[in-house]
């Protein structure tokens, strides 16, 4: 009989993040096998798991078409040397895809269908850049169910500070610039790259070389840069690509485990996961989506925000998070925020951009015995908001 089970982040590991476009690094690498790469390291890093154990594989992707298409965690899983008998599918929901791989197979393993479970996501924004291969229902517009600006996010980013005044340009420049600083530190200190799985590539010349860290980042951004830059997305805006998550290709993959598959199998979990929730808002402002979801997570957690002693948000727009810790009361530096910068800094692959979220908040939480619970969450296009509570397994008790 099937028993209801906690459900525990063993690990997850991700490829580099490289800028989408021709000059990008992953210009001449197929979308899926940047999904197989970090399947393989993430396996090759657990040998205690048996890969005849995995009982599915789901790997979001925004744009399903081309290198994306084909049941992603089906293909990938074969591609990756899984057993056959290993079966896969595909997620979408945009920003919050492989979020969604992961509180999905959470939830097949919480109501003892699963055991172990592989969760994902990969974007290719420079072959697949967003919306597309999309043809977005006319309705929408005719019958003004939503403002036709709701489909570009930079719009969407600026309506933030349309609402809240006082949350000001200056204010989210110095959000983006210290998402530079902080990312870089983090990688200075040798926090980041451990968690991150070298993949071949091949650049226009024909010359191979290898992917080995994050290429979009910034480190020398200065307020007096950020200043400077042209508004695309509204004449006298205040919206920049200094404040905004450039276009990134990559993927992520975690494994998740059940309260019996980590005993029988000796795991060593990095994060227990404690609640999750979604929710919608309209998607003319879809960056305050993560507030609602981050109350009903916190209300099925018994929990409040003055619990989670780390935050991992996803930086879509620095408005975007801004407005997050506006509501909750908490400062825009706060230390517990982000600390190891984030997707301005980092890149923003849409679907694969959750479980980066996740691989950074358990990095943290080994670090912090004296944190117990943790926040995972974002926007999602079209109105939406995800989040993930998670409990650290190394807590102590112990205040720092």
């Not at 979990?269 to 999750?276: I, W």
């Not at 998070?321 to 890149?347: K, M």
């Not at 015995?369 to 112990?398: F, I």
Request: proline share 6%; charged share 20%; with cysteine.
């Amino acid at each position: 009989m099937a028993e209801l089970s906690d459900v525990f982040f063993v690990d997850g590991m991700r490829t580099p993040f490289g800028r989408a476009g021709e000059k990008g690094m992953y210009w001449n690498t197929r979308s899926d096998d940047l999904a197989v790469k970090a399947t393989i390291g993430l396996m090759e890093r657990n040998p205690a798991v048996p890969a005849d154990r995995i009982d599915d594989v789901a790997i979001a992707a925004t744009s399903q078409t081309g290198d994306q298409g084909l049941t992603l965690g089906r293909s990938v899983a074969i591609l990756a040397g899984l057993p056959q008998t290993v079966p896969g599918f595909a997620i979408d929901r945009m920003c919050a895809g492989a979020m969604t791989s992961v509180t999905t197979m959470a939830a097949s393993i919480g109501v003892g269908m699963y055991d172990v479970a592989l969760a994902g996501g990969v974007e290719h924004m420079g072959h697949h850049p967003i919306g597309s291969n999309a043809d977005p229902n006319p309705r929408f517009v005719a019958e003004k169910m939503v403002d036709p600006g709701a489909l570009n996010m930079g719009v969407t980013a600026e309506r933030i500070f349309d609402r809240f005044p006082h949350l000001t340009k200056e204010r989210s420049d110095r959000f983006g610039m210290l998402s530079q600083h902080k990312a870089q530190a983090a990688y200075d200190a040798a926090r980041i790259q451990p968690d991150l799985v070298s993949v071949a590539i091949k650049d226009a010349d024909g010359a191979w070389g290898l992917a080995t860290e994050d290429e979009g980042r910034r480190p020398q951004t200065t307020m007096d840069d950020l200043a400077a830059l042209k508004t695309p997305f509204r004449p006298h805006g205040r919206v920049t690509a200094g404040t905004s998550s450039p276009l990134t290709d990559g993927a992520t993959m975690s494994l998740l485990a059940g309260g019996g598959a980590v005993k029988e199998l000796g795991l060593a979990p990095k994060m227990k996961l404690v609640s999750f929730a979604f929710a919608g808002v309209q998607p003319e402002i879809m960056g305050i989506g993560p507030i609602p979801s981050t109350e009903k997570a916190l209300q099925k957690a018994g929990l409040t925000i003055d619990d989670i002693g780390l935050f991992e948000l996803n930086e879509a727009f620095a408005i975007q998070v801004i407005s997050f810790l506006d509501h909750f009361g908490i400062a825009d530096d706060d230390p517990r925020v982000n600390q190891w910068g984030g997707a301005i800094a980092i890149g923003h692959p849409l679907a694969a951009s959750g479980v980066r979220l996740m691989i950074q908040l358990a990095a943290q939480f080994a670090e912090r015995p004296d944190v117990r619970y943790g926040l995972t969450a974002m926007c999602v296009g079209l109105g939406q908001g995800g989040s993930v509570v998670w409990e650290n397994p190394h807590y102590d008790g112990k205040k720092k």
